[in-house]
């Protein structure tokens, strides 16, 4: 079965350091999804993205944060200054129409955490 | 967006079926009703979805009440592995792109 692949699969950071934590989605869909969890918190919206650019983004993803399409095949998410609130599992995700009537599939995910 | 509404946990002894309830009666006519479980340390796993008519699937059954106000997705024969936590989510059918919004959902304990 087709999945989604992210990596790295943990990554540690110092506080301000920038990150980018990289994704593989599912090669014939077309929107792309961030999302982030807390530890011990609900899974949380940052951004969707289609046609390569943003269709949608919650107040979390503020100017700290930024994603890009660089190939046909990655996927990524920058953060440009860390901060220990960043500390979080991040999840990317794909579907391949965006409507309601398809699921998405989900990465195992990078856990991040700043120090 | 349509909410939805959960227990926050459900336990179940392993081999036997599992009823896990959802509530969303400001659904709208459009509204599909997803389901989604995250296993420990995983990201989300897509379920099932349905839009009237009940739906099964290698991995569940979804059972929708008529006035689509509820529905309930059952395993049916409850393993070890089927212990995470599960979400109830409501997509319209007509908006492309938008996102999951994740409640608390039901964790579900599975006992040998």
């Known amino acids: 079965e087709p999945e989604v692949t992210q990596t790295p699969s943990h990554q540690v950071t110092q506080m301000g350091q920038e990150v980018i934590l990289r994704c593989v989605p599912i090669?014939?869909?077309?929107?792309f999804y961030w999302y982030r969890q807390i530890l011990g918190q609900k899974v949380e919206f940052l951004v969707s993205f289609y046609n390569n650019e943003i269709s949608e983004k919650s107040e979390i993803f503020d100017d700290q944060f930024s994603v890009e399409r660089p190939d046909g095949s990655n996927f990524t998410l920058k953060i440009r200054s860390t901060k220990l609130e960043d500390s979080a599992m991040y999840f990317c995700?794909?579907?391949?129409?965006?409507?309601?009537?398809?699921?998405?599939?989900f990465g195992s995910g990078t856990r991040l955490t700043v120090v | 967006d349509a909410k939805t509404t959960q227990p926050n946990s459900m336990e179940s002894n392993e081999e036997e079926p599992v009823h896990l309830p959802c509530n969303h009666s400001?659904?709208?006519?459009?509204?599909?009703i997803h389901w989604y479980r995250q296993l420990p340390s995983q990201g989300p796993e897509y379920v099932i979805h349905g839009l009237t008519s009940n739906v099964n699937n290698r991995m569940a059954s979804l059972a929708i009440a008529e006035d689509r106000k509820s529905s309930t997705l059952i395993l049916h024969r409850a393993t070890l592995r089927d212990a995470a936590v599960y979400y109830c989510i409501l997509r319209d059918r007509d908006n492309a792109g938008n996102m999951l919004t994740f409640g608390g959902g039901t964790r579900l304990m599975v006992k040998p």
């Open positions: 090669s014939n869909h077309l929107y």
């Open positions: 995700a794909s579907n391949s129409q965006g409507r309601g009537n398809y699921g998405y599939t």
């Open positions: 400001t659904i709208s006519g459009t509204d599909y």
